[in-house]
């Protein structure tokens, strides 16, 4: 029996391997997320690097400057549900296929503008196009991972926002000094555009997949892995989203994954500024020293999805698993407000890198969607609380901006973010309560 191919489920192509041991394809899933959304990042924040150059060229002051890093916000956050119910349309295939190139060409064309509004509405457009992709995430680790593995996946990936920032930050700022800020724009688009090539090559759903056998298939369900369920087209109507506000775990995670997104969107957007302004490096300097943070982000995602999975598989509960890990992250993201109180670069950096840490670790916000959302909402939960969370990617950016232009000082910037990490802390720890999985005919 050991030597007889083992079959799938009704409707699969017959798996390749030919031995009783579970195939690894979900590996090949998440290393296409953590690609993903590296090039997805890189291409959100690749204006943070340009921007003062761009503001210096265009004859932008930092109240305007702050308008362009929150165009991307505006339709990205609004165009969360829209983007969602997309994704559980069409699947995840075509929905982050469909992204991908999109978001990579309204990149591309951004190095050609030449004035404020045609870079906001380039911006407005990134943000349009990018909607889908994390709901995409969420669903995809929902189908191929069990809930024992899924911290830790969503961790990988999410891990992408960050080593893309930390290894290619100062690439990115020696090809402004070489090449001018267009350039980039010119590079990083044509990136993704070569990688949602590869995406439509190597993706497919579990139970379409050749490169899975029926016995990985059996741990990812019994798992509670959502695999025969991925590639499903749903149809959905108002009553659904209306589910997604009735209950206390998702208005918890809406508010705390708002203040997680705060910390992230200082780092994306104004940074670089923060450095060069605030603590007169020059920007070949700033380049190298922002990457140190972001390298910090990097480790503390992956710790956190380690640490909330080695509870799970301890016998700690869920909502312990995954909140603790979140909780921990916040609560070192608000010590960012120690920046005002030193002139040293080193202590800064310092500072900033354990806050970014701690913002890595709370990262893992996205497990909350696979293990409370109804099965048949996942895409469109994930919709609605990626929504919560790109509010402060519009909120973040114009406050930031309008306090430097009134005040000529990040003091002030810098304990806004640092009190909403702290409201973050509250959400997670006095709102979210027990974690479980909610379901459609729920009535509590």
Not at 199 to 213: A, H, I
Not at 276 to 294: D, E, N, Q, R
Request: hydrophobic share 50%; proline share 4%.
């Amino acid at each position: 029996m050991a030597n007889q191919p083992l079959q799938k489920t009704v409707g699969q192509p017959v798996s390749k391997p030919l031995n009783n041991k579970p195939s690894r394809a979900r590996y090949l899933i998440l290393f296409l997320l953590f690609i993903g959304t590296a090039i997805n990042y890189l291409d959100r924040t690749n204006i943070s690097v340009a921007a003062p150059f761009i503001k210096a060229d265009l004859h932008l002051n930092p109240a305007m400057l702050g308008l362009i890093f929150s165009a991307f916000g505006w339709s990205y956050a609004f165009m969360q549900i829209p983007g969602g119910w997309f994704l559980d349309r069409f699947g995840p295939r075509l929905a982050y296929g469909a992204s991908l190139i999109l978001w990579s060409l309204f990149t591309l064309f951004q190095g050609f503008a030449k004035n404020f509004g045609l870079l906001f509405g380039l911006r407005v457009g990134l943000g349009l196009s990018e909607a889908p992709a994390f709901p995409t995430n969420s669903r995809v680790v929902a189908a191929w991972f069990p809930q024992q593995e899924r911290a830790f996946a969503t961790g990988v990936y999410t891990a992408g926002e960050y080593i893309g920032l930390a290894f290619l930050t100062p690439f990115l700022f020696w090809i402004l000094d070489q090449f001018g800020w267009s350039t980039i724009f010119f590079v990083t688009g044509l990136i993704g555009l070569v990688w949602s090539i590869m995406w439509f090559k190597l993706y497919r759903d579990p139970k379409e997949s050749k490169r899975v056998n029926q016995l990985e298939m059996d741990y990812i369900r019994e798992g509670g892995g959502l695999a025969e369920k991925a590639g499903e087209k749903i149809k959905l109507n108002w009553s659904h989203l209306g589910h997604l506000f009735k209950f206390r775990q998702f208005w918890g995670i809406y508010i705390g994954q708002f203040a997680i997104a705060s910390t992230l969107y200082f780092f994306l957007t104004w940074f670089p500024s923060y450095l060069v302004t605030a603590k007169h490096m020059t920007m070949l300097k700033a380049g190298f020293v922002a990457s140190v943070p972001y390298i910090a982000a990097f480790i503390g995602v992956l710790f956190g999805g380690f640490w909330s999975d080695r509870m799970v598989k301890s016998g700690r509960s869920t909502g312990a698993a995954r909140k603790i890990p979140i909780i921990t992250g916040l609560s070192l993201a608000c010590l960012i407000i120690l920046a005002n109180y030193t002139s040293s670069t080193s202590l800064v950096i310092l500072i900033m890198s354990v806050a970014f840490f701690g913002q890595g670790m709370s990262a893992i916000g996205w497990t909350l969607v696979s293990d409370i959302a109804p099965r048949e909402l996942v895409g469109l939960a994930g919709g609605v609380f990626n929504f919560a969370a790109n509010l402060s990617g519009i909120i973040t950016p114009i406050i930031i901006g309008l306090i430097v232009n009134s005040t000529n000082s990040f003091n002030g910037a810098i304990w806004f973010v640092g009190a909403v990490a702290l409201l973050g802390v509250v959400a997670y720890t006095f709102i979210v309560g027990e974690v479980r999985r909610i379901e459609l005919n729920s009535n509590q």
